[in-house]
């Protein structure tokens, strides 16, 4: 055995906080179904029989749970909200925790998700979502976190699979002093958990203390410096202790490994760092190909394979305030991912803030819809400065950076001012706006300035790219010209990259273990000609002015009732920003009206779902449509447009009506192009689309599927770094 473990095992008085769930008891689809088993039980009762050693179950389930499981072991309930000695159940607040306003909401939530569950507790609840389906994980955390979200006294924490509610205060680390103090003087604690509420109680420990962490095939950071990879170590470690205290045996050899540092080293060798807000979420090494919703993800994915880069990028996650984020590598995928967790701070003022209330309304021309909040600045500059941080331990000196849009405008100048010597490049994935607009950013000649220090900003069309030098020129001392943008003893180049899909996943998209409910979802449609809408919901994707056109045609052309379905399919984004609440209520609202005003007995005009879909069913759903409806008030370039004309069956193609001010409508010039803001116009365009002869789609999708062929995500991605390349 260790000299490490030796002294600490054999230490009088010691205490062992012991996590449950995860940590003694293997995960199990449903909290009712993951019991201690009788050798857990008799493991438990053994340990806490030993002298001089307090063994505490420190657990996030009920009294109720726990004393069933438990007689004559120290326990703490609930994350701390109680714990029970040799006595009876004490509180850790006398303060009673309110969850009567959540429930009606909550039923809502888990009706929409009926493979979702709610565990109810005295002090909070747990929402368990490991039964659904990936595709619809992701917008169920981001529904389920507006919700909770709305109630200030309870704080969501997204953890492995489940989200724990519960009041601020109640964190395991309650636990260390109480167990600390049964142990008295001069007492060693041994904590072992799995998830991040252990890493609470981790925090708490003291000089002397020592902390494992049961990995599960996770590589997140952890405050434990010893780790275990399964439950069953855990408990063949927990039998040889209970041997040695008991005088059984003379040694532990089942014991922990070292947490391995951040494997710096690995990093730090790439030539190539992609940084961006978000990572993204990706399957197995296996296959290696991203999984995400976002167009973003699927863009990068081959550039990033073929190169064997590292990607940096926001891992989801938000930590307190009061500690410090520390990049780590996320699961073993191809290509790396290097993650960073946001701040609350941060993620309410940068991310929510400055990006999400600022830039992303102004570029995409809303200016009426734009918070400015000094705060949102200085947390914006901020984080630029963790990621800078983290970028340069991940990257050569001389190696590649290409970092991703509006949220990282900042990062050459905070890379050059760390001594970053390699290319620096941007690819700016939303419009860029005129000079009269960007001016109204009190921060804009910041911006600019730095903006000035990488080497090439791509835009997705020239209109933007005008758009950017005009500002320049209009704004800033900076000489234009056709070399490109000097200023001081630098020179920045620009140009036109419009990104692309990857066409041929649309095209031959086949997943039977998906087609069973878009087969279902077509045939509840029924005859009706389908018209499809796919978009996260966003104000600049023009659902509303989408729906309202539906109803004109409706309303002005009876001949297509009942002829025709409009069926919108909208990914959850951002819920916790006021305008994407609002704006999902007046999507609703609208369906709404149209159903109760033209609906029929055996024909519903608009069907609306809010959730994502896997990628085959959507290109399974595009396929059946005879209009792909994309027509966003403005948009960068607009994916779900050439992803529909991939999905297209050649022979009896249908239209793409597509909005004049998306980006794909400079290469889609044969889509039927549509003004989203003129309503009835956009009535009369879906019209011809629905009525136009079999040979002109032809004609029309050939052309479009050669351009979508012609420029892909994989192109795209080489073009930008080729261009980058170029510019040294
Ligand atoms: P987005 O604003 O996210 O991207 P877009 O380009 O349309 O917009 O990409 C959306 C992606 O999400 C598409 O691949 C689509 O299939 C997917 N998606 C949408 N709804 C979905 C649903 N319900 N279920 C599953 N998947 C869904 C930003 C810019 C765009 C720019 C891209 C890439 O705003 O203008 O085209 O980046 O640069």
């Known amino acids: 055995m260790s000299e490490h473990f030796d002294q600490l095992l054999r230490h009088s008085p010691l205490g062992i906080l012991c996590d449950l769930d995860g940590t003694l008891v293997p995960f199990a689809p449903t909290p009712e179904e993951a019991v201690p088993d009788e050798a857990v039980k008799s493991l438990v009762k053994r340990a806490s029989a030993l002298r001089n050693v307090t063994f505490v179950i420190v657990s996030g389930r009920t009294r109720d749970f726990l004393e069933q499981h438990f007689q004559g072991t120290y326990l703490i309930a609930e994350h701390g909200a109680f714990r029970r000695g040799d006595g009876a159940w004490e509180p850790l607040r006398d303060e009673p925790v309110e969850l009567a306003n959540l429930a009606v909401r909550l039923d809502e939530l888990l009706l929409r998700y009926p493979k979702a569950s709610v565990e109810r507790k005295s002090a909070g609840l747990v929402l368990h979502y490991r039964r659904l389906s990936r595709g619809d994980r992701e917008a169920f955390v981001v529904e389920a976190t507006a919700l909770l979200d709305k109630i200030p006294l309870l704080k969501p924490n997204p953890s492995t699979l489940a989200i724990d509610v519960r009041p601020a205060y109640l964190q395991k680390s309650t636990a260390v002093p109480w167990v600390r103090e049964h142990c008295g003087n001069g007492a060693r604690l041994l904590a072992i958990g799995d998830d991040l509420t252990d890493e609470h109680m981790f925090g708490a420990l003291e000089v002397g203390d020592d902390a494992i962490v049961v990995r599960h095939g996770e590589t997140r950071r952890t405050k434990a410096r010893w ?17 040695l205290r008991e005088g059984l045996r003379t040694t532990v050899t089942a014991l922990p490994k070292a947490v391995e540092l951040r494997p710096r080293g690995r990093a730090a060798a790439q030539s190539l760092l992609v940084v961006s807000n978000r990572l993204p979420s990706m399957r197995s090494a296996k296959d290696g190909r991203p999984e995400s919703v976002g167009g973003l993800v699927s863009a990068l994915g081959p550039a990033l394979q073929k190169r064997g880069g590292l990607w940096l990028g926001w891992n989801g996650k938000t930590i307190d305030d009061d500690e410090e984020p ?29 990006c999400n209330k600022v830039l992303w309304p102004l570029f995409h021309i809303f200016p009426s819809r734009v918070r400015f909040a000094h705060s949102g600045w200085l947390a914006y500059e901020e984080v630029h400065r963790v990621f800078a941080d983290a970028a340069v331990n991940a990257v050569a000196p001389d190696g590649t950076v290409w970092a991703h849009d509006y949220h990282l405008l900042l990062l050459a100048r905070d890379l050059r001012a760390r001594g970053h010597t390699g290319p620096i490049g941007h690819f700016l994935h939303i419009p860029f706006p005129p000079p009269d607009l960007f001016e109204m950013l009190p921060w804009h000649r910041e911006i600019l300035d730095a903006m000035l220090s990488f080497d090439l900003l791509g835009f997705h069309t020239p209109g933007f790219m005008r758009n950017f030098l005009a500002t320049v020129g209009s704004l800033h001392p900076a000489r234009v010209s056709d070399e490109g943008i000097e200023y001081q003893d630098r020179r920045t180049r620009t140009g036109v990259f419009p990104i692309g899909i990857l066409p041929g996943d649309y095209k031959n998209a086949e997943a039977p273990e998906f087609a069973e409910e878009i087969e279902g979802l077509l045939r509840i449609l029924g ?37 025709v379905s409009l069926l919108q399919i909208s990914v959850p984004s951002r819920a916790d920003v006021t305008d994407y609440a609002e704006q999902r209520s007046q999507v609703e609202e609208i369906v709404g009206r149209i159903n109760g005003q033209y609906g029929e007995a055996h024909w519903v005009p608009v ?94 999708h050939a052309k479009l599927l050669a351009r979508v062929y012609g420029s892909t995500a994989a192109t795209w991605g080489e073009a930008f770094l080729g261009a980058l390349a170029a510019c040294r």
């Not at 809010?610 to 290109?619: M, N, T, V």
């Open 527 to 563: 005859p009706a000609k389908l018209v499809l809408g796919v978009d996260r919901l966003d104000y600049t994707k023009g659902i509303p002015e989408r729906l309202l056109a539906f109803g004109s045609l409706l309303e002005r052309y009876p001949e297509f009732r009942t002829k």
């Open 227 to 243: 780790e275990f990879q399964e439950t069953g170590q855990v408990m063949a470690f927990l039998e040889e202790l209970v041997a």
């Open 326 to 354: 520390v990049p780590a590598l996320e699961g073993d995928f191809s290509p790396g991912l290097l993650g960073l967790d946001l701040k609350e701070r941060w993620y309410r003022d940068y991310y929510n803030g400055f």
């Open 607 to 700: 069907r609306y779902f809010y959730r994502a879909y896997e990628q085959a069913q959507l290109a399974h759903l595009y396929r059946a449509a005879s209009v792909g409806y994309v027509t966003p008030l403005r948009d960068g370039m607009n994916l779900v447009a050439k992803e529909y004309v991939a999905a297209q069956s050649e022979d009896d193609p249908g239209v793409l009506l597509l909005s004049r001010f998306a980006g794909a409508a400079v290469e889609l010039r044969e889509a039927l192009l549509t003004n989203p803001y003129d309503i009835d116009g956009m009535a009369d365009d879906l019209r011809r689309a629905l009525t136009m002869p079999l040979e002109e789609r032809r004609d029309r």
